[in-house]
């Protein structure tokens, strides 16, 4: 917009209090950003000047309330939803800010000190009294009374008439100061997830019902909607999931408290790949998963019983017995290929790593496959004398693919005077954490679902410092126990990976030989009842 434009719509700002002109000539003085960036400056009040800053040019109204008084803000956002207004809280920027909006009235909820503009009128309002002038400004008299407890339905009633237009909610009698709110997140989600949406979608953490009133106040101005949202499970709510799924995500943003993984799980949702069986996390309490995989390379029947049959649609034929056992202690079944990428070579080859790096195309139709069936895909890295987030990055083009994961083998990661077969490999965590941040960002930077991270382990020295690898919310790590032998060994070895483990943010996993262990694998429902339980077990 050109400074002529502005200097035209600041001026515009002149309505007279009460004059049928007032709220037409406050709304020219609207800008209509509809900015999709998410809006988090550390306080309530930073947050409230910084929408105000990016929608108002001017405002003939300004609605002041104190956050401490959710009756106050919930009478003040209607007030201002129906002014048009910005709705502010008390700051020691709140002058510099009235300064700018250039108000006529400054509406003030209780009992607050507020310092004002030269020429503009203070009306401060009991909680009864901004609610009739809503009424007023809205030429709707109709009132909802509800009790000095402010529960969900209040508050999903005070939304609605903030979107609405036509319904004005809140207390019978004034309330005292301080009023606390009883009200359950969970039924605001519930209550507000289903609701039609428009072009614009604004998120607001229903934990937080001052930021939710505020936000509704605000976004009327700009034609949008305000959705509260378990911030700790974006992705966990179907409702919700199905509201943004295909929204493109430059509508969408979030107002307040922002969640550290909030961005990315946007931008997941608004793409809306999901995983096999359904979501957008690897891993769902509600409805226990377990990934069951054949291992090995798809040209190299010695290397597993992956590559031991024609093709992809073969293997999946031969794991179908497996598949079904594993569902008998109530868990989603996921059927899973892991492929060996970069194999473990006996010499050094051309680059000297003493690993065989195949061509990405060589897993592609496997990929393809398993997306067109349901299943899940993780490609094993035995690195040799590289470093696993170089090789990692070398197929970077089948990782953006939404159902493909990736496994570290730590047994064949040589040190650079180190060979195969001579010595167990090992990694250290911050080699790990190197894989998990450029996984995490991929994943994050992409829009995708959570990927699986697996770490192979069958010796404590495999991964150093382990209790240092890192999490990121992108990513689901496991730790695979990958030792071969009789059960008894193995479970020996399963103790010790996972004694004192209790608490630790990766899941576990268990890998079964039908040639290596003496006597055969060990039967599902062996392999079931490890504790902890395992989410991933793999045959090779």
Known sequence: MSVIGVVALVAACSGSPGSPNATATARECI?????????????????????SGEIFLCSD??????????????????????????????????????????PERVHVLGDLEVSVPPGAEVISHTVLEALDE?????????????????????????????????????????????????????????????????????LVDAADPVTLLFASASVHAVGATVLAVDSGDLLGNPT?????????????????????????????????????????????????????????????????ALGQQDGPAATLERMQPLLEAYTADGHRVIPTFEMIASVAAAS??????????????????????????????VLDLQSGRSDFLSQAKFYEELLLHPHVGLALDPEWRLESNQVHLEQTGYVEASEVNQVVHWLADLVRDNGLPQKMLIVHQFKLSMIRNREAIEERPELQVVIQMDGEGAEPLKDNTWNVITKDTDGVHW??????????????????????????????????
């Not at 039908?514 to 006597?519: K, L, P």
């Open 31 to 51: 800008s209509v950003t509809g900015g999709a960036s998410n809006v988090d400056t550390g306080s309530l009040a930073d947050d409230a000047m910084t929408l």
């Open 61 to 102: 109204d300004v609605v002041v309330a104190s956050p401490d008084n959710l009756h106050h803000v919930m009478a003040g956002a209607q007030l201002a939803a129906a002014l048009r207004s910005p709705i502010l809280f008390p700051d020691p920027l709140l002058a510099s800010e009235l300064g700018r909006l250039r």
């Open 134 to 202: 809503t009424a007023a400004a809205l030429g709707s008299p109709e009132r909802v009374t509800i009790g000095p407890a402010i529960d969900a339905t209040a508050l999903i009633a005070t939304v609605d008439a903030i979107d609405t237009g036509t319904r004005i909610v809140g207390p019978e009698t004034e309330p005292p100061v301080g009023t606390a709110a009883s009200v359950r997140p969970e039924a605001l989600v519930e209550g507000l997830a289903a609701r039609e949406t428009e072009e614009r979608l604004w």
């Open 240 to 304: 919700f999931v199905s509201a943004l799924a295909g929204r493109d995500a430059s509508t969408v943003r979030y107002v307040g408290g922002i969640p550290d993984a909030a961005t990315w799980e946007i931008n997941a949702l608004t793409r809306g790949d999901q995983l096999p069986g359904g979501g957008f996390r690897i891993l769902t309490p509600e409805s226990p998963r377990r990934y069951v995989a054949f291992y090995g390379h798809p040209q190299a029947g010695s290397l597993g």
């Open 348 to 377: 050094a080859g051309a680059d000297g790593d003493y690993s065989t790096e195949w061509p990405p195309d060589t897993f592609v139709p496997w990929i393809e496959f398993a997306a067109e069936n349901g299943m899940y895909v």
């Open 507 to 540: 899941a576990w996993g268990w890998k079964n030989f039908f040639v290596r262990d003496d006597g055969g694998p060990p039967t599902p429902e062996s392999t079931m009842s490890k504790v902890p339980t395992p989410i991933f077990v793999s045959y090779q």
